[in-house]
């Protein structure tokens, strides 16, 4: 049974944060890399940012210096902390395990339900 539940989104004002967790099983935790993605309306979902067992990252050049990723290995657990969030950051956020950051380029077929965040005046 897959298992990866989203929580934290929420409307919040330009400017502001959020931080959104993704807990997940062990067995999907055990992967060697879990990424964050965001889907807005009419758009493609689209990686946001990567994180390996490591603790090596990436981003997408539209959140670097903004978004931050982690991981906690004891409580499987994903963490993204959003700041200076702007309009166009409104999505819904996923996230998701693969073999490695390039895999997660392709993710799995296996989604959560997700978590919206909404940045609006």
């Known amino acids: 049974q897959v298992q990866l539940v989203e929580s934290g989104g929420g409307l919040v004002q330009p400017g502001g944060s959020l931080r959104l967790s993704c807990a997940t099983s062990g067995r999907i935790f055990s992967f060697n890399a879990m990424a964050w993605y965001r889907q807005a309306p009419g758009k493609q979902r689209e990686l946001v940012a990567a994180i390996t067992r490591g603790h090596t990252t990436t981003y997408a050049d539209s959140v670097k210096g903004r978004f931050t990723i982690s991981r906690d290995n004891a409580k499987n657990t994903v963490y993204l902390q959003m700041n200076s969030l702007k309009p166009e950051d409104t999505a819904v956020y996923y996230c998701?395990?693969?073999?490695?950051?390039?895999?997660?380029?392709?993710?799995?077929?296996?989604w959560g339900q997700g978590t919206q965040v909404t940045v609006s005046s």
């Open positions: 998701n395990a693969g073999a490695s950051i390039s895999a997660l380029y392709s993710p799995r077929d296996y």
